[in-house]
């Protein structure tokens, strides 16, 4: 075809295609060379992942404080807690840990006040007869004066200079901690722990925590609240802030009434025993990456991520040794 009035033949259409095909797929090679994905915006990185490993046991240390009213109301419930202690000491036996006793009094008066009673003063699963040891030195009288301080007392008994003075021994530093106080009447520690004796002893068994890694708790066998009870042994008040205190630390709370102080001695046993429910993760993980097995059973629940730090903490604690793997990704920073 020729050119007429200003038209382009089909042919010279097509000479001129194919004349600019060549710039138009070097531009459109630059325009894609803007976005590649060699830009440092974009670059892949392979993920990380890792398969940590832990094993359930039984906490592998602890040492127990017991704090027993010495006042002279206390005769009959001492004589009842010293014929019923084989129970504790069996149950802290059969769980295999590694455990150390040992007692005090009430009496923050006494040149002695807060200093370990019995001999020896720490007791172990190592002596002859270790429940024989303890029961007589929860045997210890009814000549003490008024005021019943048991948080101070036990505060006393744990610090300096008792810590490492006469307790010397009692008190390990990587051993969970359970004090236990016995008393028919309720706590008076103004002297030495302040206004609010339970708040201050609760934060003294965390500052124990910290400083340790493991757990302490306070337990109180004292007067119901709000009314107080009465029993073979005798009449108690109200331990109010021995509750409270116990309820800060997450122990437990017995009547000194219960008549029959077996059932309570084996009560306190079975709870000072622990198991742990938190495994801390050496990295930061993707949450959604997260597969956890016990003893190669895959769990899909019953457990949770803790941020900081990181960990996998199980509302029910595993099973005495068995086995918690954790697999995730790593989360990149």
């Not at 398969?51 to 206390?74: G, N």
């Not at 934060?203 to 925590?209: G, N, Q």
């Not at 097995?293 to 509302?315: K, N």
Request: aromatic residues 6%; charged residues 25%; proline residues 8%.
């Amino acid at each position: 075809m020729m050119k007429e009035s200003g038209r382009v033949t089909h042919m010279e259409e097509r000479s001129v295609t194919l004349r600019t095909l060549p710039w138009l797929i070097s531009l459109s090679l630059l325009s894609c060379s803007e976005f590649g994905i060699s830009d440092e915006d974009e670059v892949v990185t392979d993920p990380i992942v890792l398969e940590e490993s832990f094993v359930q046991a039984p906490l592998p240390k602890l040492d127990v404080l017991w704090v027993i009213d010495d006042t002279p109301s206390m005769g009959d419930e001492q004589a009842a807690l010293a014929t019923a202690i084989d129970p504790f000491t069996d149950g802290l036996q059969a769980a295999g840990m590694s455990w150390q006793i040992g007692v005090i009094r009430t009496d923050i008066t006494s040149d002695d006040a807060g200093v370990l009673q019995g001999v020896p003063w720490v007791i172990t699963p190592h002596l002859d007869d270790p429940a024989e040891a303890l029961a007589e030195a929860a045997s210890v009288g009814i000549d003490g004066q008024p005021p019943e301080a048991g948080l101070g007392a036990a505060w006393l008994a744990l610090s300096e200079p008792l810590r490492s003075g006469a307790n010397r021994g009692l008190r390990r530093e990587d051993a969970a901690l359970h004090v236990i106080v016995v008393s028919d009447g309720d706590d008076l520690s103004e002297s030495i722990l302040g206004g609010n004796p339970a708040d201050a002893f609760s934060l003294f068994l965390e500052d124990e925590e910290a400083r340790t890694g493991q757990p302490a708790v306070f337990s109180a066998v004292v007067g119901d609240v709000p009314d107080g009870c009465a029993g073979a042994g005798g009449s108690a008040l109200p331990g109010e802030r021995y509750v409270q205190a116990a309820q800060n630390s997450g122990g437990i709370v017995q009547s000194i009434c219960e008549p029959d102080f077996s059932n309570l001695t084996a009560a306190l046993a079975e709870e000072t025993v622990a198991w742990p429910t938190r495994f801390e993760l050496s990295e930061v993980p993707v949450p959604d990456s997260i597969r956890v097995q016990i003893d190669g059973v895959r769990q899909d629940e019953g457990w949770s991520l803790l941020e900081e730090p990181p960990a996998v903490e199980f509302s029910v604690p595993p099973p005495p040794r068995s086995e918690i793997r954790v697999r995730y990704e790593v989360e990149l920073q």
